[in-house]
């Protein structure tokens, strides 16, 4: 009975383990993965949004001065400095790391996401918030921006954000370049810039050598220095 | 089923594990603004009449009476334009993807190398040259090092020897005497001797690359152009000074046990962490014309790295370009008409100096659990005025840039697929790909009988190699001093070396990247003028 119980169980396990069932198995293991992921960040959300509470935007006019602690209408929460400070430092840490996946194609996302940090309690986040924006000089910014810039009230913040949008609207040196001046291929023989004749130098030369601390025999040519 | 959801999530887990090992990088952003002459004219209009034009109310000659700036911005896209025009003829050579990044960077202070890679000698080779300058190959540096440092990069996290962070010592220069237990005090060596070495010689440490995951490369393997030679950086440090020699710093370290996840051969049982803002005074120069003397192919110069930069120094070479350089008063012929097509539009020329204060802000933690040691992480930020000479405009300059440092997956300088280099069986590593604008190129040491051009010694540290009496093996050494502007920095650290660039034979350029004696150019230089 035992055996045929044995028996039973490889042929059970056998069919369970055919490639399609495999296959099967592992992409609901990804998907119920993917699910707990995505509870998760969502869980992270909540938390963080817990204390960003809406409507605390009002920095302090003072920037040294430690702003109002965030609280929700009528329910006022206490958070000590140290989990203030984290709570800061992992906002920041959240709007460098958008800054790090900006790849050109994903503009609209990052921004939108910047802008929301716009209503974050914390000066310093806002602060970091606008200023990746200015760095990230895509006009795209400009109309949240200029909300951002309408509902502050610190005078300060507000010059931040207009000195923000002013510098994104700015125009640079190469925007009216027209395009024949983007290239000097014309004339292979040209001196005034490098006309590709060496492909070696942006990687190096691959006849690299390990050398045993002895100094490097130069080339014949190598003028003696001085 | 159980167990195929068991597998299925261990294969997650590995597979997130081996994907999550991740380098350091640091992404330069800059947001610079620039205020330039756009005309200046005898009405109202822009740029219009002479120089000269009689005045209707006195009868004389007078010069213009209406003057007009304006404002453009400069940002990191303006900086790949112009380094895409000079790389590879073509300012739009690369993405809209594409970063300007720091690789293998260090900003901190704290941050010190050994002697094994102060020692690495910058490797030269004959780069080809166009018909129209001779034809002639010409030796300048290769971007490749040689070393005995066998480390596959010099970031702290993966250096078993190259690099490591230090605390500062009592001392600027010399290695602090307490450290050298009981050797120093004739007892017999019972104990390893620990020298330290000063703190703030080094920062900031790295390479600058162009990282294009887009246009000519690809997510997985990027565009990596070494550009470091268009970029000079400058330290300024003060000797006999209290406390350290280029940087202030408000910071926080502790000794920890080191978790012993890294090579068995490096761990030392612990390890220091820590938080921290190390503040200094930093020159950022960057130039892509020929009055950069890595990119100035003219016959003589050791520095030439094979990359030809703007004529806006044409002293040599008649023909289109610019008549002139910004350096020499008067270089451009007269013309009387204030508007006049006297030269071609370089929109793409670019020569700048910034000077500031760079604030960084780190952690000295583990990067990745398995790294040989903790490394410094944060963002730095440069606020900075200063001058230039861009589109053939005089500019001023006022902004920041950001240094913002982030662990990724698939960094530059490591080879051109982005794994660690074997090269006949020789590690390799950070020495393939290497420039140090931050050192002078010229050979030193050696001279007859040796092989080796060059007898000058043109740096302390070169002084100090040449008397032997750096190395940490040999015995006690009488005046030992800390690696100070090598072969392989991408930052001259100015104080104790008065001479820099060294006076490169046969070509006039002005002091670069710091204020430095202005040689006028045409001149014979073998004895600068001033």
Redesign the interface.
Known sequence: MAHFGLRHFRNELRD??RPKV?IL??T???V??GLVAFFKGGRGVEQTTAVATPGAQMPPANPKQPPEPPHAPGTPVVVSESVRAALVAKDVDEI??L??QV???NNPQIINALLNKLSNPEAEVRRTAV?VL??M?DTNAVPGLQKAAEATADPREKVAILDAID?IK?????AN?PPE?????QD???????????K??????????????S?????S?????? | ?KT??AI??L??GVGTSAYAQLVKQD?I?V?L??QMQTSVSQTTKQNAGNWLAIDSVSGQYQGPKFYKTT?????Q??IL?YIG????????YY???ANLVLVQGELSGFFEVSP?LA?S?????????????GAVP??GP???F???D?DSNTALASSGDSTFVTLANGRHFRLNPDGLSSVDKGNSPTTTPVYQYPVGHMQPWGQIFVQD??GHGTASVPV????TYFFALSVQECYDCFYMNSFVSDASFKTVPNPGQGPVCCNSGTTLQGTGVDKYYLSLSFDNTQNNPFLN?TA?N?MW???????ANSYL?SG??VNGDSITPDKISYVSQIASSISK????EARFTLNGIMTYSWKLGFINKNDVAPDFLG?GNYSATGYGF??LFCQLLTGTA?F?E?G?NTPCCT??NNTL?T?NG???GW????YGPGAEY?????GAG???????Y?TAWDLAVAAGNTLITAPYPPYPITPYNIGTSLTYHEGADVTYP??P?GVSISGWPSPNVVIPLGLPVATPTL
């Open positions: 369970i383990m495999v198995l592992m609901v293991a990804f119920v993965l460098l790391d800054q790090s790849d050109g194609s200023q200015k760095e000089n510098y700015m125009p640079s040196f190469t370049v001046l983007f290239t000097n291929r292979p023989n040209d001196v005034d810039t490098n006309a590709q004749f060496n070696n130098f942006t990687k190096g030369m691959k006849d690299v050598r390990r050398s045993d601390g100094q490097q025999t130069v080339p040519d190598t003028p003696a220095n001085q | 089923m195929t959801v299925a999530a294969a997650v992404i952003t947001n603004t620039a404002t453009l911005k400069l940002t896209t303006q334009q025009y000079v790389l590879h003829s073509d300012a739009g993405s809209s993807k094994d020692n000698v910058a490797q030269f080779s004959l780069h080809p040259k166009p018909a129209k300058l010409q030796a290769d971007g490749t040689a070393s005995v066998g995951p887009a990596c152009d070494n550009v192919p003589g050791n790295v094979g990359v030809i930069g703007i004529k070479w289109k370009g539009d370089i929109p793409f963002t861009i589109g950001t913002s982030r990724v080879d051109d280099i090269l020789t590690f390799t020495a393939s790909s290497w010229a050979p030193t040491g050696g040796t092989g080796i051009a060059g007898t000058g043109d060294a006076n034979t």
